[in-house]
């Protein structure tokens, strides 16, 4: 008796669009580790802006196939280049890398990238044709945004050009996305254009690649120095990482992303706010990992607070207000948590000094209770439901 075999199921990610999002594993873990190295707040607006900047060309690259599914050859040779330009912008951060023009420089190939694929793209879809080419025209300017960075610093210098180049990542990422964002993502709403179930698996899978790179970032430094200075925070760092995991799918996954063209860009927003967010407790975490007794593992211009965590709990709160199907009452954990994560945060840059991190410990512990508060929710909705 024969078996009748069944269809496979076919993802809406490729296997190409995998490798794409692997390859910004390497690239976000080579960005904590020089915000490692230099954690002082200078450092910190240039993290965050390259996060932004990084966050920018895959969301493009990602709205371009939800549009158009395509992976022939010419455009896996656009996207190999760019991720090669893309590995190139991150080596150039820091003082110890590629120098900062060369960063620059290779932002603006990876914009230029950005603007080739669609403007292939006008060719099989032209009822978006208009946008499409509004896209182009926006990566190309901002592309000559980075050029100018890049003549900039290498005429300047390094050393006196680091705020300029935080402004200036900043604004080539805004132009580059301004049309995206603002009247296309109606356009493309109107026109039932988006693959939504698309776009909710890359988001999905984004967020697995910067959880994972706060564990290549904790375990290369400590493999680093061959021993674990403070284990309590070692472990924490894992838990904290999986609590994270936890809410994001567990309460989100589950529903299903916003339709309207608002929640569309609050969704976006989220995202971005939880990408910086992570990257930045993961560079927490390891720092109180590198600590011992007699001070800190690294200098930092400062001391730690809950911030990083507040960032974290606030964009989830905000993703969970509007995804469609999370019930309010994990919202109200979420926005509880960031309260209360925001309120000590507050008290900490009032009250404590540089060489105590208490509060940062509490805010961690509170993370990973409302964590495991909406898993139990989440559970006993399921169950209702049923």
Excluded at 29 to 44: H, L, R
Excluded at 235 to 261: D, E, G, K
Excluded at 331 to 338: G, H, I, N, S
Excluded at 370 to 382: E, Q, V
Aim: proline share 5%; hydrophobic share 55%; charged share 10%.
């Amino acid at each position: 008796m024969s078996e009748t075999r069944q269809p496979q199921h076919k993802p809406s990610v490729s296997w190409f669009e995998l490798f794409y999002d692997l390859i910004f594993v390497a690239v976000v873990a080579q960005v904590g580790k020089v915000y490692i190295s230099s954690p002082t707040w200078e450092m910190s607006g240039l993290i965050t802006t390259a996060v932004l900047s990084l966050f920018a060309v895959w969301l493009l690259v990602t709205v371009s196939h939800s549009l158009v599914p395509a992976n022939d050859p010419v455009r896996r040779a656009l996207l190999l280049g760019q991720m090669l330009l893309l590995a190139l912008a991150a080596l150039a951060l820091g003082v110890e890398g590629l120098p900062n023009w060369v960063g620059f420089a290779a932002s603006s190939g990876a914009l230029l990238v950005v603007s080739a694929i669609f403007w292939r793209n006008t060719r099989q879809e032209p009822e978006l044709a208009p946008i499409l080419k509004r896209t182009c025209v926006s990566s190309v300017v901002g592309a000559a945004v980075f050029a100018v960075a890049s003549a900039f610093t290498w005429w300047a210098g390094e050393s006196a050009t680091a705020v300029a180049a935080s402004l200036l990542l900043l604004l080539g990422s805004i132009i580059s996305l301004f049309p995206v964002i603002g009247g296309g993502l109606g356009e493309f709403v109107r026109l039932d254009a988006l693959d939504l179930p698309h776009l909710e698996e890359r988001f999905a899978l984004f967020i697995i690649v910067v959880l994972g790179e706060s564990f290549v970032g904790l375990l290369l430094n400590v493999g680093r120095i061959g021993y674990i200075p403070s284990p309590g925070y070692f472990a924490l760092t894992f838990l904290l990482a999986y609590a994270i995991w936890a809410t994001y799918y567990n309460s989100l996954v589950p529903a299903r992303m916003p339709a309207t063209v608002a929640g569309l860009r609050t969704w976006i927003l989220g995202h971005a706010v939880l990408v910086v967010a992570m990257v930045t407790m993961s560079v927490e975490f390891t720092d109180l990992t590198l600590s011992t007794e007699s001070g800190k593992g690294l200098e930092f211009a400062g001391n730690w607070t809950p911030l990083p965590l507040f960032g974290v709990t606030a964009a989830l709160a905000l993703l969970a207000y509007v995804a469609r199907g999370v019930p309010p009452v994990i919202f109200r954990v979420q926005v509880l948590a960031a309260v209360i994560l925001g309120t000590l945060g507050v008290v900490d840059a009032a009250t404590s000094s540089s060489s105590t991190d208490v509060y940062t410990l509490v805010g961690a512990f509170v993370l990973i209770l409302s964590s495991a508060a909406c898993a139990a929710l989440r559970i006993r909705a399921d169950g209702a439901g049923g």
